[in-house]
């Protein structure tokens, strides 16, 4: 068994039924991965719905230090998002539950299943403003610094809960 460990960063977002309710939850479940421990979590985020329509979001970025391999971490989080009720009826619809690996270490992965850093992270506030309540140094491999990418879309609004 390998142990050693990495430093993850997992989105964490939703916006049908009682959102927040559901994202404490997942970010609960993320406390008990195995072979993980959760580090820390940002605070909750309200943002408008980015390339879809429906009720706004509650968003957020945990800190986990984990030795599951990326593909199996996914694997995970795709667990606990299905435990949510989590449906994929077409691209970017409104979700109870969406967990995304943003980054993993720092790692580059593009594969058909995982694509580390996520591929739009550096264009989401929604992602941004929680990822650097938590880490503000913070660089996307292969984009820079995550502070930046933030300067850059002031135009979506977004609240701390």
Do not use: W
Request: hydrophobic share 40%; net charge negative.
């Amino acid at each position: 068994m390998d142990t050693r460990q990495t430093v993850a960063y997992i989105g964490i977002g939703g916006n049908l039924g009682d959102a927040r309710a559901t994202v404490e939850q997942a970010i609960a479940r993320l406390a008990g991965l195995p072979d993980s421990r959760l580090l820390r979590t940002s605070s909750l985020y309200r943002t408008a719905p980015v390339d879809s329509g429906g009720d706004d979001y509650v968003n957020a970025v945990s800190q986990i230090s984990t030795s599951l391999a990326p593909l199996e971490l996914l694997y995970a989080l795709q667990r606990i998002e299905l435990d949510h009720g989590r449906e994929r009826p077409y691209r970017n619809a409104p979700r109870t539950l969406d967990l995304d690996l943003l980054l993993y270490g720092e790692l580059r992965i593009d594969s058909a299943e995982l694509c580390v850093p996520h591929p739009r992270m550096a264009q989401r506030a929604f992602v941004l403003a929680p990822l650097l309540d938590i880490e503000p140094a913070i660089d996307i491999p292969g984009i820079g610094a995550a502070q930046a990418c933030l300067a850059r879309i002031v135009d979506q609004p977004i609240s701390k809960l």
